[in-house]
């Protein structure tokens, strides 16, 4: 990778690990003139492993903001008997725009997994390019990175970016749950035995922090975890509170993912240099009404043994994409998009996962809950 990184126009990639006092590898890598963040970061057990992290993830968001696929511009109306296309009532929409069948806007094509055939889907769930003028119709679906992977294989990259809509959705429904229900979800951090999760789990301690961590895996069946890190009560330490996120099919690997996830976020707020951290998220990180219930949800319950969480560990990554295929099916989950963002002048294997559905980031202000959380919500008579 070293030869392109001028072409990618990745200026620096710095090891701030030594910024915080936990000592899990993170690194932040530099793009000045990115079309979307000029900073991204990454984590790992090893510093090589934060390195590669944080370097792909830089690569991968320069692919989606040159996609250099066709498009092509058309109402859903124009488009709906001569393309097969996405379930756009599924999409994951913002509060800034409604869709309408005659709205004109650009569309990419995807291949669709389940059935292996081609769908066309609006390209703003595709690129990364945020510069202005946006593209014709922007502003009516959710606009995020969520399932944009990179790999050393194709499988692999749409493996990571499937995991991460599949993460970002029961992060959404677990946060709306009532206190009691995610109460129950905690995990007992003692029954946890895997070395990697140790390792770190050992560094929040000697840096006295308070972690928890949660099984927040949702009706789809694959494993996902959600990590809190918290400064001790009197502490002077600007942070506040951090979380982090994993989902993969072997629950370690989650949890491992969570657990580095919450490091790298820590030293994302510290470092202060990614864009779009505002003063809004320094303060709400630090407000002692949020701390304080944060921490009363912390070890209130026994704790739910790790063992318990589901797990899959397959022989390869045909198996694994296989198995989180039929987890997504069973859950009447009937679209599983990724478009193939790989460039033949780099060879780097790049795609964006969308599964119509599925929510999206709910941490984003123009989020509008789809029908998964508003069925969610029904259930507990909320």
Known sequence: MRPLLPVFGITRI?????????????????????????????????????????????????????????????????LRFTHALVDVASLPRTSARDFHPQLRLLWIEGHELLSGTSLWLPFELV?????????????????????????????????????????????????????????????????????????????????????????????VGIPACLCALLEPEGSLQPVGSVFGMGCHPAREVALRRALTEAAQVRLTAITGSRDDLRRRHYARARETPWLAQLRAGMGTQPGCDFHEVPTWRGTSLEADLGWMLERLRGAGLTQVVAVDLTRPEFQIPVVRVVI???????????????????????????
């Open 127 to 219: 690129h990364t390019n945020y510069t202005l003028p946006f593209p014709p119709g922007s502003g009516t679906f959710l606009p995020s990175s969520n399932g944009l992977a990179s790999g050393n294989h194709w499988l692999e990259a749409v493996c990571h970016g499937l995991c991460e809509v599949v993460e970002r959705d029961a992060v959404t429904l677990w946060f709306l749950n009532g206190a009691e229900g995610r109460a129950r979800s905690q995990l007992a951090l003692e029954t946890v035995a895997d070395p990697g999760c140790r390792q770190v789990l050992a560094r929040f301690e000697e840096a006295g922090l308070e972690v928890a961590a949660w099984d927040v895996t949702s009706d």
């Open 356 to 382: 119509p559905g599925l929510e999206g980031p709910s941490s984003m202000p123009i989020y509008v809950p789809g029908v998964r959380a508003r069925q969610h919500l029904a259930r507990q008579g909320a």
């Open 14 to 78: 710095a090891n701030v690990t030594g910024l915080d006092v936990v000592g899990v590898p993170v690194v932040m890598v530099c793009r000045p003139n990115s079309r979307s963040l000029a900073v991204f970061q990454g984590k790992g057990l090893d510093l090589a492993s934060a390195q590669a992290s944080g370097l792909m993830e830089a690569v991968e968001n320069y692919h989606a903001e040159r996609i250099l696929s066709p498009v092509k511009l058309a109402s859903f109306q124009e």
